[in-house]
């Protein structure tokens, strides 16, 4: 095993062939410990593929991958441990009630322990950090979708994960549940530090949760960005909403603090209802979707918008 520093995955080159056809080309990034990562595309862009290939349950066709310091087609149990994996959905041990089956789980952990990571995660905080704890005497088969998928969730954290992979992970939350796992994935990654790669098809999600986007197309990886900079990247603009004397007002500027500025020096008390808005990771997304689909390049900029 190597070690990376503060590196827990590193990519380089990646390739995927199936037959005659590369599903993943060159596919290059890293994660940094604490980082959480957003891979997003469009079904079949190999968004499963890539974290299968990380997660050593898919060998690949060329490159170099390095997951918390080992290749992962050589990973051995220990390495293993450090991993935590939550999968789209799977529907087995019905039988078994939730607080019993997290504690037997868990128990595979006990001997991987290390100085700094007491493993595995006491079943009922665990439990209550998934908000199931009214639940936990129930057999498994009895919860509903969503307290099913907090169950996902806490079998993938049970080990006290270094770096989590979460495979649409909020899919039948309610808004609250939902809202209730953004703030225990930020305190993951915040406090403990663990390393979080998640694919979900819901675009505010990954605004709201990642500190980075990686977006593939086609095998590719076509954009890797803060949301904020990846807006940036496709508008190259704000867009600044205003209302003077009773009139609505919309004007994208590259500069929208100075405009602002020089819209109050000039109006004064008369602009009222300012707002600044920059794209939306919906609208870079669908930008960048569309960019790589034409084969001719250039960004389509919006010029809609203009001063009434
Ligand atoms: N075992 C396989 N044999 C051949 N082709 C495969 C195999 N598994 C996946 N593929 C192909 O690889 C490509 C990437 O698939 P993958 O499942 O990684 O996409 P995805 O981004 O996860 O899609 P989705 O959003 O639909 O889950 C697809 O074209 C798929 O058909």
Redesign the pocket.
């Known amino acids: 095993m190597t070690t990376s520093g503060k590196v827990a995955l590193d990519v380089d080159g990646l390739r995927?062939r199936?037959?005659a056809?590369d599903?993943?080309r060159d596919v290059t990034f890293q994660a940094h410990h604490g980082e959480v990562l957003a891979l997003l595309?469009?079904?079949?862009?190999?968004?499963?593929?890539?974290?299968?290939i990380l997660e050593g349950f898919r060998s690949r066709s060329d490159g170099r991958v390095e997951v918390l310091g080992s290749d992962p087609a050589h990973g051995g149990e220990a390495w293993r441990a450090r991993l935590g994996i939550v999968l789209?959905s799977w529907r087995d041990h019905g039988k078994w009630r939730v607080r019993e089956f997290l504690a037997h789980l868990g128990g595979y952990y006990a001997a991987y322990s290390t100085a700094r990571i007491t493993r595995p995660w006491d079943p009922d905080e665990l439990i209550r950090a998934v908000g199931l704890t009214e639940h936990a005497a129930k057999k498994i088969r009895t919860l509903s979708g969503g307290q099913r998928r907090r169950l996902d969730v806490a079998i993938g954290l049970v080990g006290r994960p270094e770096l989590l992979f979460l495979d649409e992970p909020t899919a039948s939350f309610d808004p609250e549940a939902r809202s209730e796992f953004h703030d225990l994935v930020r305190g993951l990654a915040g406090a403990r530090e663990t390393t979080v790669l998640l694919?979900t098809?819901d675009l505010d999600e990954a605004e709201k949760l990642a500190d980075r986007i990686l977006m593939?197309h086609g095998?590719r990886i076509i954009a890797d960005g803060t949301p904020g900079e990846l807006a940036r990247r496709i508008t190259g603009e704000d867009e600044v909403r205003w209302l003077r004397d009773g009139r609505r007002f919309t004007r994208r500027t590259a500069d929208s603090t100075g405009f602002a500025r020089d819209l109050f020096a000039r109006y004064g008390a008369r602009i009222q209802e300012l707002e600044v808005h920059r794209a939306s990771l919906e609208q870079t997304y669908l930008t960048l979707v569309r960019q790589a689909e034409s084969t001719s390049g250039p960004a389509t900029r919006d010029t809609t918008e203009a001063t009434r």
């Not at 595309?41 to 299968?52: F, L, Q, R, S, V």
């Open positions: 995927m199936y037959g056809v599903v993943l595309g469009p079904n079949g862009a190999g968004k499963t593929t890539t974290i299968e789209q694919t098809h593939l095998g």
